[in-house]
């Protein structure tokens, strides 16, 4: 027939009695003081405890977790799912936010260049998942997630004996899951430096470890108090004569409310936490508990897989300057105010005389009074061609022979077209004075056919091959900024 908890508890601390009967004593106490029931404290379940007065008039404290048939899951090992989850969750928010900081460097792993959109939303979140998985996938097979109540119980608080007595009847059973349950009990308690005590039939406690004398917390578990182990009549012994101490300073008033504030605060908190949670949950201690590199490591790391996000879909395969899609980085070669010299001409090669463009200060060509003025010209009307070569010397002819009759078909760089003679001759002026290019003002029946009343100026004079047009047409652009148009005459 299986014990109830309370049997459990009863065989356990009379075990304990006779256990630490022979433990020295301080000579003044009244004994070993023993509590058989449940009793809470700060939020955890102590199902009995014995203490006793050391010869430094210290306490010494066991507690014991009792654990029957019908609560065998006090002691069997579940995995922690919560943690696992949320551990999940961060490792995987830090792997995406690395692939997407590098994607968004590396063009070649950008997200948005390989899919395009939508679908690199879709891989993703499709990436995201799989990590999800993958990770929660390793982490379960850890041993650390597998989580036991009766262990957590202890890992609250501190005593100098914590025991773990059990019924028999709960691993009883000869399977694979069963052994495995009682090797992680047993594995838990050597590593917390717990006891075991197993309750077997006829009423038989069989110690099956003892607790560690070594504290394996190192101190960061809060402690039982005094009163929670010593006996409610505690013989007083005689006062001793000691030396005077110096009275101690207390603490201002202001800084024990605040101490105070903080830990109402922090208790509340708490709470509210804990009240997010089903009922049936929030008795289990530690397994909700989540360390503070939770959210120092999984609220920068969302930021960054934000961050990442952002960059890779600013992507554009458009080259934009100062943009990630531009071209590379041209600062090793030449430059305007650096141009490098120019190559030596190798055999089989020649150079134009303007392949090679230098910019040099805007200066006038020729002054003003060298060139002919409108007045000088007897009669605008009549004339036909007004040409200024590079120099600057103007030639005027009252007579032309038109373009489109030549037996071929010449090409001219085109300027513009005017209404008047003095519209046309100012542009002429201008451009021969800045770009010292050669240009002519023709009336529009000396290039096109008859009847043309506009005037056409041109830059340089006519050509009769296509590409010989398109390269002044390049030269000119390059060295004024200015557009020309290449114009066929047939």
Wanted: contains cysteine; charged residues 25%; aromatic residues 12%.
């Amino acid at each position: 027939m299986p014990y109830t908890e309370q049997q459990i508890r009863g065989l356990a601390i009379n075990f304990l009695r006779f256990h630490y009967k022979l433990r020295p004593r301080y000579l003044g106490s009244d004994g070993t003081r023993i509590t058989d029931r449940p009793h809470y404290y700060q939020g955890v379940l102590i199902d009995a405890r014995l203490a006793y007065q050391r010869p430094d008039r210290s306490y010494f404290t066991a507690t014991v977790e009792a654990t029957s048939l019908d609560r065998q899951h006090e002691i069997l090992y579940q995995t922690n799912y919560w943690r696992i989850g949320v551990h999940a969750l961060v490792w995987t928010l830090v792997t995406a936010a690395l692939i997407t900081w590098l994607g968004s460097w590396v063009p070649e792993w950008n997200l948005f260049r390989l899919f395009g959109l939508p679908t690199a939303y879709l891989v993703l979140a499709s990436l995201l998942v799989a990590l999800f998985l993958a990770i929660s996938t390793g982490l379960s097979r850890l041993k650390r997630y597998r989580y036991i109540y009766a262990v957590d119980q202890f890992k609250r608080f501190y005593a100098d004996a914590q025991w773990v007595a059990y019924d028999t009847a709960i691993f009883a059973a000869d399977s694979w899951r069963t052994r495995r349950r009682y090797r992680e009990l047993e594995r838990q308690c050597v590593k917390y430096g717990f006891g075991l005590l197993a309750v077997e039939a006829d009423k038989v406690v069989r110690n099956v470890m003892s607790p560690s004398q070594v504290d394996q917390f190192a101190g960061s578990r809060i402690k039982l108090p005094r009163w929670l182990a010593r006996a409610e009549v505690v013989t007083t012994p005689p006062p001793t004569q000691t030396a005077l101490q110096p009275v101690r300073r207390a603490r201002p008033q202001v800084l024990r409310k605040l101490g105070r504030r903080a830990v109402l605060l922090r208790a509340r908190g708490r709470r509210a936490y804990r009240s997010l949670f089903p009922s049936g949950m929030r008795r289990r201690p530690g397994y909700y508990t989540l360390g503070a590199w939770v959210l120092v490591l999984g609220v920068p790391a969302l930021v960054g897989l934000g961050w990442g996000v952002y960059r890779q879909a600013a992507y554009s395969p458009v080259a934009e300057e100062g943009g990630r899609g531009a071209g590379p980085d041209l600062a090793m070669l030449e430059t305007g105010r650096t141009p490098a010299p120019p190559l030596e001409i190798e055999e089989g090669e020649y150079r134009r005389r303007d392949d090679s463009f230098t910019l040099t200060e805007l200066s006038i060509n020729v002054p003003e009074g060298g060139l002919i003025a409108e007045a000088d010209i007897a009669d605008t009307d009549s004339l036909r061609r007004y040409r200024l070569d590079a120099d600057g010397v103007a030639t005027v002819d009252y007579a032309c022979l038109p373009l489109y009759t030549l037996g071929e078909p010449v090409f001219i760089l085109l300027f513009g077209r005017y209404a008047s003679f003095g519209a046309a001759r100012e542009w002429a002026l201008e451009l021969n004075r800045l770009y010292q290019s050669p240009v002519t003002v023709a009336a529009g029946d000396c290039v096109e056919a008859p009847g043309t009343t506009d005037y056409l100026l041109y830059i340089d004079g006519p050509t009769r091959e296509e590409g010989a047009a398109n390269l002044m047409a390049r030269q000119f652009q390059r060295r004024s900024g200015l557009e020309v148009e290449i114009v066929e005459i047939r």
